[in-house]
């Protein structure tokens, strides 16, 4: 589903490098990304989903070359195979939990907003613990339960590649293991593979693979 070959990226006029010789996440699979602060995890998630775009390499994403499309492409590709859960939620203020949950379909042609797809944001939001809050603006909601709307939107769009920056950061232990039994059940379903930043060392166990990413960020060379 992914495949990463020789990336470097530079963060502002010089001062660090991400570099990744290789990174191959096979579809289905579940890797967790653990590392200090600083050291390009939060990079590398954007990079794959063409958020940011890398100095030199390359990113397969499904077997589209993410490094050489252009920012519509890039849209397209994430909104038809990515599910993204950021870790400042990216929600909008001035819609709703639903109208949020729902808003892959609303900037992209190519996705379409059907009954089916409605029903299954209301199953979600359900599953979720926030089947109830569906009406609420941002303002009007918890940071957990901001965190439980970015996760529906994440998965709504039944993405091949979900890709998870501290999802369940801002839940109690016992909502996080709900969380992440949800992203993985959603997951399996779509045969979907699971790449997640995390500093929860507790949830480590549930995935199949752990990389730790201290290795990845250098100095740039002068």
């Keep these: ?6 990336l ?29 602060s600083g050291s390009g995890k ?8 063409g958020i940011l775009t890398p100095d030199s390499g390359q990113i397969l994403v499904d077997g589209a070359a993410v490094t050489g499309l252009g920012e519509a492409a890039r849209r397209r590709l994430r909104a038809s195979h990515i599910g993204f859960v950021f870790q400042d ?22 996705l379409s907003l059907t009954p089916e797809v409605r029903a299954r944001a209301q199953v979600l939001a359900a ?7 569906l009406d609420r603006h941002p303002a009007a909601l918890s940071q957990g339960e901001k965190q439980r709307v970015a996760i529906c939107r994440a998965l709504v769009t039944q ?16 909502s996080k293991a709900r969380i992440l039994d949800l992203l993985f059940e959603q997951a399996a379903a779509a045969g979907a593979a699971v790449l997640a930043v995390t500093h929860d060392h507790e949830l480590l166990p549930r995935f199949e ?7 990845y960020r250098q100095e740039a060379p002068v």
Excluded: H
Aim: proline residues 6%; glycine residues 8%; negative net charge.
């Design 127 to 133: 599953a979720c613990g926030i089947g109830d809050k």
């Design 209 to 215: 693979r752990v990389l730790d990413f201290a290795q």
């Design 42 to 49: 939060t990079t590398l998630l954007n990079l794959i989903a």
């Design 1 to 6: 589903m992914v495949d990463i070959d020789d």
């Design 8 to 36: 470097v990226f530079t963060y502002g006029s010089g001062g660090f490098q991400l570099r990744v010789p290789k990174l191959a996440l096979a579809r289905g699979e579940r890797l967790a990304i653990v590392g200090p």
């Design 159 to 174: 993405p091949k590649l979900i890709l998870s920056d501290e999802a369940t950061g801002n839940l109690d232990p016992d």
């Design 89 to 110: 939620f990216a929600l909008l203020d001035y819609l709703s939990a639903r109208q949020n949950i729902l808003y892959p379909y609303r900037i992209t042609p190519a």
